[in-house]
């Protein structure tokens, strides 16, 4: 069995000063932007829009530091339920033991044999379910932290100012919220989110609309 990997910790800085702070933070935040300039340079046109091959390449880094943050843990079968091995009794006797993590429940299947291994393996993907999600919200904010950065140095590069946008009217604010919310609970189903049901967040929709549109 392999030995298991110890977790590295995640960044950790003891600041001798709030001086010695900034300067730290000025080092992070300079190196952020030269990320994102790559990004600039290197993608076909980062930050509006990435292709799927960008956003896989990007998963693979992002899931690589993942991955050294948390590393795979031991799981074992009994009685048809997957365990941790360590809350076990020495005593015990598993079926079989593998080693799981985010990275591994997010690698090892598509969206479409994750959704299948919910009637196949409940069991399993009911252990898995919450890494893969944990590992993909990683990437996913990674990348946004990414675009936000990049869409800073466009702005700084073009001499634009950030202004903040008028304030909506509070009915407009309601319109755009459910159309955000149905596209994001479209895009959720599409990914294998059990909880994304489309039929519901629209019959919601309309008890809701049944009373503000009066």
Known sequence: MATKKPAMPAVTVMFKSIRDMAYNHAMVDDSLKAHAQFAIDNFNNFPEEISKEERSECYEGYIARYNELHPVEQYACIDGNWLPLKSLS?????????????????????????????????????????????????????????????????????????????????????????????????????????????????????????????
């Not at 990414?146 to 604010?173: C, M, N, W, Y």
């Open 90 to 214: 020495k005593d015990a006797k598993p079926l079989e033991v593998v080693e799981w993590n985010g990275a591994y429940a997010l690698s090892a299947f598509s969206q479409q044999a994750f959704g299948n291994l919910k009637n196949e393996d409940l069991a399993k993907y009911n252990v898995l379910k919450p890494l893969r999600n944990a590992a993909s919200k990683y990437a996913s904010d990674k990348v946004k932290s990414l675009e936000r950065k990049a869409r800073e140095i466009i702005r700084e590069q073009s001499g634009q100012p950030k202004t903040r946008e008028a304030t909506k009217a509070f009915s407009e604010v309601v319109k755009a919220s459910h159309e955000d919310l149905r596209t994001r609970c479209k895009n959720a189903k599409s990914r294998g989110d059990e909880s994304a049901d489309e039929d519901k967040y629209r019959s919601a929709v309309e008890a809701f609309n049944a009373v503000w549109l009066k």
